[in-house]
């Protein structure tokens, strides 16, 4: 094999496996959106098939033999090449050091251990899913030591989610939040609150999607290329490659601001993944780099441009000739407060911006103190329902609003929460690097969101997942990622609107 | 290899085949239903990597080697196990009879082709597309012969479309059916016409769509399996398996039936796939077994139970709830005869129950006529409008609403014509037997289609595609295709409504 012919199947090889994600994030999108109720098990069939296939092409022999070879001539590689040959490569490495038996017990552990997850939630019975669940951390701390036995295995996780992520950045970056937070919290609940009334109602469904197309074109999505569906839970995906992107909202007839802030949101994540460059459709390049380089811009829009006081100046109108009833005597300044009401609340992703990345941290510090062994699964429950109380003065009553509530664990994903508040932290930091050339908040109140998207686009979406997320903060913010100025951001817009 | 592993490997294979069936169907229907309109280049570059590795996998020679090693046992297998290798190994027969680079360049023409026949009947301009379809000609009676040189081509392309059919049984249907059928015209276009006005209007899109589900589950489509979305052309459409179809409709604002018979025509398609035994899933037997046997089934829901009577009865008062204004004056009888308006007209898709046939029965004597080398493409405009001239009475204005009015003949589907209309007249023969054993106008009229559905699913439906046509329909009629049944059914039905 030449280099250039390794080259050449390195782009074949890339192809193929887009095109069999493409195959299985369509079945899965369909299953979400508009499959029959009594189909899941035919899907499951040809999910089976397509991921065995998928798998032989991308850690098979011929494929280990051509990123082997294309390895060793690196020197000789474009740096896109190279990252690719390394990712690629890591996933193999992978599974290479995971003994081929305990891989697959792990696998039928986790189909399980949902099933059972979503019984358990049903029931609020978290006995019934704790021997699961034990399961899946004594797994996971054992893979870590596979994959490096030096290194501590909760911080070999939050590496994985988030690479550059340990505890160290994360005990800085919560306990700077802890300490600013929780009493911000406090003096909220004791000033005057503000209505979240006119966002409250009855909201009918065809004009809740008119207000979701509309948001769609506000923030600058190519609706050519980005299309909308209802489901259960709004999520994102790319179909194939950037040039096929999907999002979906879920309407609330009682309540606009829902789907509003889900389309948004969700719009966030599409904008990021479609501003790829085209040259990466269908390489592993393409779309975005990590979960919190994606929750960065997923909630940039959500939040930060979403829930600003010029956000409610542009959408203002649109609401009004939508839903006449509710917003006719609503001002600017009832709507912004509506969106911004600060209330502790019981479940994460319902949470305001502010409290929000408490429940993460909670999330952090019991996966944390699990792994060191300080924290047994038994005693899970009782433990989140005292740092509810003690960060967010809350009752938590029963496992199903509480430590049931998340689909994460049972699907194996410890240490992947930080990355959602980390991702809403570095959005901040954007923003006010962002600032220093383009008038945000005059552009969001002109509904011209052009400005914003082409410094993001040039900055951080072109490069999909060409450089790793520090590499790519690096590259942005030119300083250190500081997690105060997100602290900061939060205190000033609470100040804004609580006054404290 | 032992029989034993092969039959199971055979099993495995057809499994595998399936998936990536499902697959490509599903971005298909994707594509159709709800992608954004400029994702379409991505759905292609997915699909030609889907297409090409389920081709590799299809034909591939460990699948000669597995089907060759099973065919030389078939004495051992199950009737289904022979009937699975026999309809693989025909695929497979089928390309090594073609040299490679002449099946190469016919796949490229008829990409082309379709290309340039899209903006040929946008223009209205047959001279574009004329050496696309002149070359298409070309190769498939170059093709025929490859395959069959003893046989005439155009009975090769006949068979192949629908096993079992050739010339001489089409002349015999044909003639048949234009002795009876163009003097029937005649004397409807003479006698008193019949009013559509109370299936004209204005008819809001989801009342359209509650008709349409109360009809999927009027003719006892299982809606935990069967989905339906909107298209521009309706079609059916199994992922994966009959565990999982999908019908499509279009809601035309000014006219209900146009929807309503689609969805009755799309679930009796969906019917007959649907009630495959459960075991054929995932296999090659699963679904219909020809395109003549599929139309007679949508057919008969659409025309033969859809435009009776007593159809129109027990639909009544669901029209009359759902659109007080149309039907509140409406009786049985209005409704059934305008849902029977007879009408010579230009467009096939278009056409109702008695002059759909002729339709038909002239693009099958230009084929023939074009194979035999009685006609040349060039003339083939002039002739379609003096046939259409000639048997139905009506002069065409353009060759958009003529000659290039479908898609077949660009995706290279001569000889595929004459099945619509051999599915019609395989219905009417159908019910005349059913009528032995069912009351079927009763049971229509009480909206009980379980013993209606009970015979076919016993008598077609269960087998999938393990009869050819030619069997199934000696196993049902235990008589010979007659093709007077069906004109006498058209007869009596003009009679009925028109009085001649």
Not at 21 to 30: E, F, K, Q, R
Not at 359 to 377: D, Q, S, T
Request: proline share 4%; net charge negative.
């Amino acid at each position: 094999m030449t280099l250039k012919e390794a080259r050449s199947a390195l782009m074949t090889l890339q192809e193929k496996i887009a095109a069999y994600g493409h195959a299985m994030s369509v079945i899965y999108y369909d299953g979400s959106t508009t499959a029959p109720k009594g189909t899941a098990a035919n899907r499951g069939r040809s999910l089976g098939v397509l991921s065995e296939e998928v798998y032989k092409l991308q850690t098979g022999p011929k494929t280990v033999k051509l990123l082997e070879f294309l390895d060793a001539h690196k020197a000789r590689l474009s740096q896109e090449e190279k990252r690719m040959v390394f990712l690629m490569l890591k996933e193999i490495r992978y599974l290479q050091k995971l003994p081929m038996d305990e891989y697959i017990a792990y696998e039928k552990l986790l189909v399980e251990a949902d099933d059972v997850w979503h019984r358990a939630k049903d029931t609020s019975d978290f006995a019934l899913f704790e021997p699961y669940l034990e399961q899946i951390f004594d797994t996971l701390r054992r893979f870590a030591k596979y994959q490096d036995p030096e290194k501590d295995p909760y911080d070999y996780w939050l590496n994985e989610f988030e690479e550059g992520l340990n505890k160290e950045k994360c005990d800085a970056f919560f306990g700077a939040l802890k300490e600013r937070l929780v009493p911000l919290i406090a003096k909220i609940g004791k000033a005057e609150q503000v209505s979240d009334a006119c966002i409250k109602g009855d909201f009918p469904e065809d004009k809740q999607e008119e207000l979701a197309h509309f948001l769609m074109k506000l923030i600058g999505l190519d609706l050519d290329h980005v299309g909308l569906s209802t489901t259960e839970h709004p999520f994102t995906t790319s179909l194939g490659s950037h040039l096929d992107e999907r999002i979906t909202t879920h309407y609330y007839r009682e309540d606009v601001s829902f789907s509003m802030f889900s389309v948004v949101h969700e719009g966030g994540h599409a904008l990021y993944d479609t501003g790829s460059r085209d040259e990466f459709a269908f390489t592993v390049l393409d779309g975005g780099v990590s979960m919190g380089i994606h929750e960065s811009q997923s909630r940039f829009y959500e939040n930060i441009l979403g829930r600003s006081r010029a956000f409610a100046y542009v959408i203002q109108p649109e609401l009004r000739k939508l839903f006449p009833k509710n917003f006719a005597k609503a001002s600017v300044e009832d709507i912004y407060k509506a969106v911004n009401r600060v209330q502790p609340s019981l479940i994460r992703t319902e949470a305001d911006e502010v409290t929000y990345s408490l429940h993460v941290m909670i999330r952090y510090e019991l996966e944390k103190r699990i792994f060191a062994g300080e924290l047994k699964v038994h005693d899970l429950p009782a433990e989140w329902n005292r740092l509810y109380k003690e960060y967010l003065g809350i009752d938590v009553p029963d496992d199903k609003h509480g430590v049931l509530q998340d689909s994460h664990w049972s699907g194996g994903l410890v240490g992947y929460f930080p990355s959602y508040a980390f991702g809403s932290a570095y959005g901040a930091q954007f923003l006010k690097k962002m600032k220093e050339t383009v008038d945000v908040d005059r552009c969001v109140a002109e509904g011209n969101f052009a400005p914003i998207n082409a410094w993001l686009r040039e900055n951080i979406w072109q490069h999909g997942s060409l450089y790793t997320p520090a590499e790519l903060l690096d590259r942005v913010l030119g300083e250190a990622f500081d997690p105060m100025v997100y602290v900061e951001y939060l205190e000033a817009k609470v100040k804004d609107i609580y006054g404290v």
